[in-house]
């Protein structure tokens, strides 16, 4: 067992229940910091493991078995099933990644429109205007990975550390994790460590739209 396969299998865990892993840590009731990436090390560089309660505290909250979570950590992509497997199904519209970039995909507020889209039956989804966009690429790695299926809410609320699908108005489209939004910019982070993060001047950016789950 490596100390990044278990960090892995928590980020895969919370992405799995629409969290960032600040999110994780909040719903098993422990202070918001505990699973972040400066946490994972120590001062001097030594590898830092989450404790047992706190994994522990983790599966009681989001029902995920002990079984599941060590199939996270030998190298599974996604659980088994998760809690909004649980819901009734709903047809979603589905395009790539790559195209959601492309003019006639979305309206001005962000809002899935034309014909273009394919349908793809999930998981109940409280937002009627969810969408789903296939992961293309690596840059969302290890935590989505290419030919990934995200679920997107645009009514979401978004907080920092929130994963998210953000457009501009160039007409770039992006996966990415969100560290800060203030009045003038938004800053997104990739979580492969080998591509770049971003900053946009508010201005450039038409929607920035919330993950909720993934179908891997």
Not at 115 to 140: C, F, R, T
Request: net charge neutral; glycine share 10%; proline share 6%.
């Amino acid at each position: 067992m490596k100390h990044e396969d278990v960090w892995r299998a928590l980020d895969t865990l919370a992405a799995e229940y629409g969290l960032s892993a600040s999110g994780l840590a909040k719903q098993a009731g422990l202070d918001p910091t505990t699973f972040n990436v400066s946490k994972r090390r120590m001062p001097d560089g030594r590898a830092r493991w989450p404790s047992t309660e706190s994994v522990a505290k983790v599966l009681n909250a989001t029902g995920a078995s002990l079984e599941a979570f060590t199939a996270l950590v030998s190298g599974a992509r996604a659980l088994t099933s998760t809690a909004p497997a649980r819901g009734a199904v709903r047809r979603v519209p589905l395009i790539g990644l790559a195209q959601a970039g492309g003019e006639g995909y979305f309206d001005d507020g962000g809002y899935p429109v034309g014909g273009g889209w394919d349908e793809v039956s999930l998981p109940e989804i409280g937002d009627p205007n969810a969408y789903a966009l296939e992961i293309s690429g690596d840059s969302m790695e290890p935590v989505y990975r290419d030919g990934d299926m995200v679920i997107v809410s645009p009514s979401s609320p978004i907080r920092r550390g929130d994963r998210v699908v953000a457009r501009t108005h160039a007409g770039e489209v992006m996966a990415k994790q969100l560290t800060r939004r203030s009045a003038r910019r938004v800053e997104l982070k990739s979580l492969n460590p080998l591509h770049p993060d971003y900053s946009f001047d508010l201005t450039e950016v038409a929607w920035v739209h919330r993950i909720i789950w993934v179908s891997q």
